[in-house]
């Protein structure tokens, strides 16, 4: 009885440890390259095309989303914020969102989760997957690691339900 007892004692509060996560993935060190690479696509379109397609008026805009990321002293161009359960790593479900440093957050997604015990993977629904080196937090699509995570902690204390 008093095994029986431990292991009830045990296997409930295990619950009551685990907690949500979110896990805030930034491209830091990568804002310079990005920054350089971003308008090409638009200035060679411009060129060629002039603003019949909208292409000139594009370039404009991104040379403006560029220096508004400058303007900030930031060291990233893209952000990924992940919220998972710890529990659920194995087979679950969690949340995406993705934030350029010149706009707002985008609404989060609900996507799948996967893991090994070395990689946490993110099934996108553009059938791409994004995966997380849990060793090094390192993370990126398929095989790239050029973001960096961190672990935060979700304070649920207010959540009514």
Known sequence: MKYFAALMLTTSSVGVLASPKQLVCENNGHIDSWAAKYPKFYE??????????????????????????????IDW??????????????????????????????????????????????SLSNGETWNIDRKTLKAGNGTNRDFQCRIQDIDTS????
């Open 77 to 122: 161009s893209h952000r990924a914020l992940i919220i998972l359960d710890t529990d659920e790593l194995s087979k679950g479900t969690g949340e995406m969102s993705s934030k350029p440093c010149w706009s707002h957050q985008t609404p989060s997604k609900k996507i799948e989760i996967d893991s090994t015990p070395a990689t946490i993977s993110i």
């Open 44 to 73: 060679k379109q411009c060129d060629k095309w002039g603003d019949k397609r909208g292409d000139c008026k594009r370039l404009e805009l991104a040379r403006q989303e560029i220096k508004s990321c400058y303007e900030q002293g």
């Open 158 to 161: 207010a959540n009514k339900l």
